[in-house]
């Protein structure tokens, strides 16, 4: 029974992955290895984005009520490594635009959930008793590969030279909230107490408008070149 939790919170974790890369070109195109690489640069951004948390930044408690927000913003900062990671695998891709991100994005979130799911997964979901938690962490790992996906498109946009100079502002807006949504969503556990499927909901309904926002510029960006190459 235990070894069927484990199995049913693996399933619901990973197997949106295997669809999205089925489904969106990336099996048509053998891009599995570079999927891999994607990865690969996510440890390593990872693996700096360690070393200057554990120099510079201490650790803060948010649950004993003095909290250093300024850190606490500082700390949350460190995470523009990883537009600096999707900007190089962009830039070191060899693909066309929309598999790049697609790429960039898929390698990103399976690197990430390997590195932060199975174990615990493996070590908590084939305990003896049944918990939620689990399951919630396989939602989340769903909401983390949209949440990869749209930030490597709002990067992609971002290089772009056609893109609208009125646009720029909005996706680098967005790619702000996208960096700091760890820090937004520890300032609502503190402030308001979300905790558990409440906090989940938030965390979908916010990835959910990033992810609708990138879609939107993506797909008006592809209309305007569409139209610019039909004349």
Not at 1 to 7: D, P, S
Not at 97 to 114: D, H, N, T, Y
Not at 119 to 137: C, H, L, N, S
Not at 179 to 205: D, N, R, T
Request: charged share 10%; proline share 3%; with cysteine.
């Amino acid at each position: 029974m235990t070894l069927f939790h484990f199995g049913n919170c693996l399933a619901l974790g990973y197997v949106p992955y295997l669809i999205v890369y089925r489904c969106t070109g990336l099996a048509e195109y053998s891009a599995f290895w570079k999927c891999v690489q994607a990865g690969a640069i996510y440890l390593f951004t990872q693996l700096c984005k360690m070393l200057l948390l554990a120099t510079f930044f201490p650790t803060s408690d948010f649950s004993s009520g003095n909290v250093d927000f300024v850190a606490e913003f500082m700390k949350t900062t460190v995470d523009v490594g990883d537009l600096i990671g999707f900007y190089f695998i962009l830039n070191n891709t060899s693909a066309k635009g929309e598999l790049r991100f697609l790429i960039a994005g898929m390698g990103w979130a399976s690197a990430e959930f390997v590195m932060t799911r199975f174990v615990p997964f493996w070590i908590g979901a084939r305990g003896t008793e049944f918990d939620w938690k689990y399951i919630q962490m396989s939602l989340e790992s769903n909401l983390n590969l949209m949440q990869h996906l749209a930030t490597a498109t709002l990067v992609w946009l971002w290089t772009r030279r056609d893109l609208y100079q009125s646009i720029q502002p909005v996706v680098v807006a967005v790619l702000a909230l996208s960096c700091y949504k760890p820090l937004i969503m520890e300032l609502l556990i503190f402030a308001v107490g979300l905790q558990s499927w409440p906090l989940l909901l938030v965390k979908a309904i916010f990835t959910s408008l990033i992810s609708l926002v990138a879609l939107q510029m993506f797909t008006s960006l592809q209309a305007t070149t569409n139209h610019y190459s039909s004349r």
